[in-house]
């Protein structure tokens, strides 16, 4: 009898996670992604600023699951959802829209970020979701201290080393902490015509505190640490425009040659491929079980799902895609094995929130605990350590990690300009014409 067949799109935090509770599953299971890697997130903002290098927060899919023998992976992106002849359509580099059909489908296809509607502002703002994100986020920052560097006229160092990052989440505040201890450690002797810790570093938000989703004492903590860093903090303003030379808060001008984009994120369009009720967001309101109402196979699962628990929407953090992964392909399991008793409804486990804010010092808070400073920081690193995706990488951060505190030396500083296009990266060449 042929095996059912069970497609997961995705293979970050959820849809690995559904991989890692199938692998005993009678069935063949295919994971499609169109990265070869999954990305540990949480901590793109070390590769943004050098302390890290993007192969120790990322790792081939395939790789991870190489002992799975049920499971192949697939290189390729999904670009829709044929519900009824229960198949999506995958492109690859040679193949456009094929159908793979599924017995039983899990979608961890994840989130992007948002721009709120000012599309136009991913020009001069990059944001922060992959790795390339990061890296030209990187290239951005280190370019930066070297115009500057070049600049002869001293009047326009203020504005080439102004660094303004947009959304005060726990990735701007996270970054801004990073940035602020990068300019006044590492940097801090390398540089002779400029003084890399006279950077300014401006974080901002429309909200009135930082780290919204923690309480008011921890994100007060948070700002405190950030001004102590020498950060500049600006709340409650919109950001109204940004441009190549900075941008617009409210009535000011703020220049600056690197802007980050820290804000909102967006759901993936798997909503509009399975044509489901979503949530205002755009994350596609699944059942108690993590199904898609009417449609018992299908699961989403993670940043693209949305779902009510104690009254509240499930936040968009790894521990929520983590559980609801495992948990969609422990269901999968009992019922291609027949196993009972079956998993009751999804219920999520809050494990608690961390947030680092520059070197030993982080916040945390976990159901009544709430704890600032080293103590929280220490937390925070065993915790990050231990997900990351293998042994191999937990062993070469925590080195990278002790090396870097010991010394303020950093991972990666190269400027590496992947794609030649971007703004301020490629160098201007002077074009010398043969002799005739
Ligand atoms: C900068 C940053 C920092 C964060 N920090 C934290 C933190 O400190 N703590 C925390 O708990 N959470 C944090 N998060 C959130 C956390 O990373 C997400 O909640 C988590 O990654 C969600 O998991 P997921 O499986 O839903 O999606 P993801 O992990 O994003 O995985 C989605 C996968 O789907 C793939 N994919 C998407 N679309 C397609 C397609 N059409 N075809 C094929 N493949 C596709 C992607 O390549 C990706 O591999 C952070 C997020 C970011 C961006």
Known sequence: MALPRIVIVGGGFGGLAAAKALRKTPAQVILIDRANHHLFQPLLYQVATAALTPSQIATPIRTILRKQKNTTVILGEVTGVDKERKCVF??????DNVPVEYEYLILATGATHSYFGHDEFAKHAPGMKSLADAVASRNKILQA?????????????????????????PTGVELAGALAVLVRTTLKSEFRR??????????????PGVLASFSEKL???????????????LLGHSVDEIDADGIMVEDERIPSKTVIW???VAPSPAGAWLKAETDRAGRVRVQRDLSVPGHPEIFVVGDTASLDQNGRPLPGVAQVAIQGGRYAGNLIHSRVTGSLPRPGPFSYFDKGTMAVVGKGFAVLQSGKVQMSGFGAWLAWAAVHLQFLATSSLRLAVFLQWAWTYATGQR?????VDHHGS?????????VVKPAA
């Open 194 to 207: 400029i003084n890399p810790a006279s950077a300014r570093i401006v974080l901002v938000d429309r909200g």
């Open 411 to 415: 991972g990666s500083r190269l400027i």
């Open 219 to 233: 994100s007060e903590a948070a700002k405190q640490r950030l001004k102590n860093l020498g950060v500049e903090v």
């Open 262 to 264: 820290t804000a909102g």
């Open 145 to 169: 201290f070297e115009q500057a560097e070049a600049e002869e006229d001293p009047s326009r160092h203020r504005d080439l080393l102004t660094f303004i990052l947009v959304g005060a989440g």
């Open 90 to 95: 995958v492109s690859n580099a040679d193949r």
């Open 422 to 430: 971007e703004p301020g990266l490629t160098p201007k060449r002077t």
